[in-house]
């Protein structure tokens, strides 16, 4: 059981490029989320995904994607990179009735 | 007041000392809590989950809910230097059932030999 996995681990993009993070989860959860984390900020929901086929915004959306491909896979696109993007992103899967969240291991984008 | 408040922190404790973590919560959220703790440079580990009034222990760790103060809090005894850590409080939204969770800022607790 591998949990929750996200790929890449670093990544660095310029200004204008466009990236996607890959997110899967295999404990059979049907909520995902996206989060970023900031120094001082504390982790803030970018979108979530209560279910496959649904998608709905956090607290933060502006400048991301996501969709939902399946019930295990949850991918969180930024179409432009702005340096306002660096920050460590989680991706986590949950299920419902008990609602603990369990995290992959981030991804650490910085945007120069 | 916050959805999830914690004491800002951060912490500092001798070995083998008992780290009392802290978090108050708002009528938004619903009655179930976790803690999470996350390492420097990873990502947050789910530790400890409440659904009940009182305490509930689990090895070092023990979580207490008071809900007519509406406080939640995270006893850790026999500090070691590995329990040094970021530690985060998480409430589920109330009325969601879609499983969004407000995260409070965390606690840095530091454990000294």
């Known amino acids: 059981n591998a949990g929750v996995t996200q790929t890449p681990k670093f990544q660095v993009l310029k200004t204008g490029q466009s990236m996607t993070l890959q997110c899967a989860q295999d404990m059979n959860h049907n909520s995902m989320y996206w989060y970023r984390q900031d120094p001082g900020m504390g982790l803030r929901l970018i979108y979530y995904?209560?279910?496959?086929?649904?998608?709905d915004k956090g607290e933060v959306p502006n400048g991301y994607n996501v969709s939902r491909l399946n019930k295990r896979e949850f991918s969180l696109r930024l179409e432009s990179a702005a340096p306002s993007q660096t920050s460590v992103y989680f991706c986590?899967?949950?299920?419902?009735?008990?609602?603990?969240?369990?995290f992959g291991p981030g991804t650490r984008l910085t945007v120069l | 007041q916050k959805e999830v408040e914690q004491n800002s922190g951060p912490l500092s404790v001798p070995e083998g000392a008992i780290a009392s973590l802290n978090c108050t919560y708002s009528?938004?959220?619903?009655?179930?809590f976790f803690w999470y703790r996350q390492y420097s440079g990873k990502s947050p580990e789910l530790i400890m989950s409440?659904?009940?009034?009182g305490d509930k222990e689990d090895g070092r760790f023990t979580a207490q809910l008071n809900k007519a103060s509406q406080y939640v809090s995270l006893l850790i005894r026999d500090s070691q230097p590995s329990d040094s850590a970021t530690y985060l409080c998480a409430a589920p939204y109330r009325g969601s059932t879609l499983g969004r969770l407000y995260f409070g800022r965390g606690t840095q607790l530091t454990v000294w030999p």
């Open positions: 009528d938004r959220v619903s009655q179930s």
């Open positions: 409440i659904y009940s009034n």
């Open positions: 986590a899967s949950s299920e419902i009735p008990t609602d603990e969240q369990f």
């Open positions: 995904s209560a279910s496959e086929g649904t998608t």
